[in-house]
């Protein structure tokens, strides 16, 4: 089976700095897949390089077998790929609903407006829907942000630490969500620091540390794993 996501000997250079050093790695189809590391790991910088905001210095990036590397951020969307972001910037002066309308889909209006009332009601925001984006809690904001990225009906999400900010109760509700997308076909790959969430997650857990993938596995395999201990579980 052709995996959603190849990342296949990626490195990224800052001058001396090198961000992403030899990355491999691979989410298959239907696979929730936790990324996780310590601060400065090169998680970010690798969804960079994933979504096209920054360009490898060496490696292959593919989605669905065809390969991206390089590609415009517009062009890897349009390829499949979404993204969430740690912080939520909805467009705070447009509505729920005009959020919504943004994203470029490739329907036509009714089957649009067909999808904007199902995410509404999918993801708890119907009551919400005329309200400005920027009167919506931090929780509010991370759905709207989703919806925005299901829009375009992805073969992979990405998203970039969910539980950042989120009242521990709705972040009950967000899990839900996310096991629900993924139930109906979406791969997803995650950074999270919550390993609370990465476990009730993820099938698999890939752990970076200086830019390198350095354990894969099961969230119980990885920590007992010495050197992911060593690195970000503080030997827990």
Known sequence: MTPVLSVDNVKKRFGGIVAVDGLNLEVEPGEIVGLIGPNGAGKTTTLNLITGFLTPNEGRISLNGTEVTGDSPDSISKSGIGRTFQISKPFGRLSVYENLLVP???CG???QEA??????????????????ADEL??????LLELARVLMLEPDLILLDEPAAGINPALMDDIIDDIQRINEQGTAILVIEHDMSVISELCER???MNAGRNIASGTFEEIR???????????GT
């Open 104 to 106: 470029n889909v490739s």
């Open 109 to 111: 209006p009714t089957e």
């Open 115 to 132: 999808r904007i009332d199902r995410l509404l009601q999918e993801l708890h925001l119907e009551e919400v829907r005329e309200n400005r």
């Open 137 to 142: 809690s931090g929780g509010q904001k991370k």
């Open 205 to 207: 857990v890939v752990v």
């Open 224 to 234: 007992g794993d010495e050197t992911v201990c060593e690195a970000y579980l503080g």
